[in-house]
């Protein structure tokens, strides 16, 4: 949370300190998948090639983002979703919503996350 604040109030920087810390403690995934989602979500300034390139890093060395019913994984799906939204590779981004909802079907969903869910899908249209 401090890492995602610090990136929202522009200290991207900052932000990958805090991170590091994360990684340090053996939580990489975790790590990647917050700076992915500052990058597409929370900072001033998005970066959102930035995002998919993590989260795509992550899924191309098959590691498992999907082990929780929250963070991470909702982190990094989130943040590839609005990666390809925002950089128009539409096809790609509705693949990504779909799997986004997939995965979490019959699951406990946040407000935040079916919101999340239903911006996505506005912007899809």
């Not at 001033?44 to 989260?55: G, L």
């Not at 943040?79 to 128009?88: E, N, S």
Request: proline share 2%; hydrophobic share 45%.
């Amino acid at each position: 949370n401090l890492a995602r604040a610090l990136g929202q109030n522009g200290e991207p920087n900052l932000a990958e300190k805090e991170l590091a810390i994360v990684r340090a403690a053996g939580h990489n995934i975790a790590a990647d998948c917050a700076l992915a989602e500052i990058n597409a979500v929370y900072a001033p300034v998005k970066n959102y090639s930035r995002a998919i390139e993590i989260v795509g890093f992550l899924l191309k060395n098959k590691s498992d983002i999907v082990f929780s019913t929250g963070f991470p994984n909702r982190a990094c799906l989130s943040a590839l979703a609005w990666g390809y939204v925002k950089t128009g590779q539409l096809t790609k981004a509705r693949e990504a919503v779909d799997n986004y909802r997939r995965v979490f079907e019959g699951l406990n969903q946040s407000a935040a996350m079916l919101r999340d869910l239903e911006n996505l899908e506005k912007e899809l249209k």
